[in-house]
């Protein structure tokens, strides 16, 4: 999933570019798909959670190339994501508070 995840993530970002890569990835339909062609079953509860962590680990190398961080992962992982995006935040010089009130209000909706 991760190979496959960045593959595609590379392409798009080289031919799109990153802000079409992101409009993509936020769209609900267009989400499930991505997970869906990464191995994913397109039922599958935790598709979330599973195509961000791959991508997480698939990125990771050429995160300075394509310009993308990506934060979060499943279960205990992402109790670190905050501070992942404090981390990420004092490396490129950006207030990460923002981000990770916003990652809390969205987990705490999530397991609610």
């Not at 680990?57 to 499943?74: A, Q, S, T």
């Not at 990460?96 to 916003?102: E, G, V």
């Amino acid at each position: 999933m991760s190979s496959l995840g960045a593959i595609i993530t590379q392409a798009i970002v080289h031919h799109y570019g990153r802000d079409e890569f992101l409009r993509r990835l936020s769209h609900p339909f267009w989400f499930q798909s991505f997970g869906a062609v990464m191995g994913m079953d397109w039922h599958s509860s935790a598709i979330t959670t599973s195509v961000i962590g791959a991508l997480k680990r698939g990125l990771k190398p050429m995160e300075n190339e394509l310009g993308l961080r990506v934060c979060g992962d499943r279960g205990q992982h992402s109790r670190k994501t905050p501070d992942e995006l404090r981390l990420i935040g004092e490396r490129i010089g950006f207030d990460s508070t923002p981000l990770i009130r916003a990652s809390r209000l969205v987990g705490h909706r999530a397991t609610a």
